[in-house]
């Protein structure tokens, strides 16, 4: 089953820096607020694990609602970061465009300037 699917249907509720939040508030969350809730998250799932070694027991269970947890947290927290860098991505692609607009347009100025009176009166008279 879907992970948003099952929590929605458990009423799911994280402790956060903010306080308790659902699914859907989490994605208000900044990526810092994020990551300290995952920690937190990761602390409580490693409780059971105090010394190191339960992974050898074959008896050994996560608690299923907090690995819930912390997968949620760990989608949302990698969701906000790949839209963090889209947005980094399609900013610099804008500003790199821009640049090379006003490239153009001092080609083009450079290139008026270059010409004689005579020229540019022609030119003036055309348009």
Do not use: W
């Not at 929605?8 to 659902?22: P, Y």
């Not at 299923?64 to 947290?73: A, C, H, P, S, V």
């Amino acid at each position: 089953m879907d992970n948003y699917k099952l929590a929605a249907q458990l009423g799911l509720r994280f402790t956060t820096s903010k306080g308790s939040l659902s699914v859907e508030q989490l994605f208000h969350l900044t990526q810092t607020d994020l990551a300290t809730s995952i920690k937190n998250q990761g602390k409580i799932i490693k409780r059971g694990d105090e010394d190191g070694l339960s992974f050898l027991d074959e008896a050994t269970t996560v608690d299923k609602t907090e690995q819930l947890r912390f997968d949620i947290l760990k989608d949302v927290y990698l969701t906000k970061k790949a839209e963090a860098e889209e947005r980094r991505s399609a900013l610099a692609t804008k500003d790199h465009r821009q640049k090379i607009l006003q490239l153009i347009e001092q080609k083009k100025d450079g290139e008026l300037q270059n010409k004689t009176l005579e020229e540019l009166e022609a030119m003036l008279a055309k348009a």
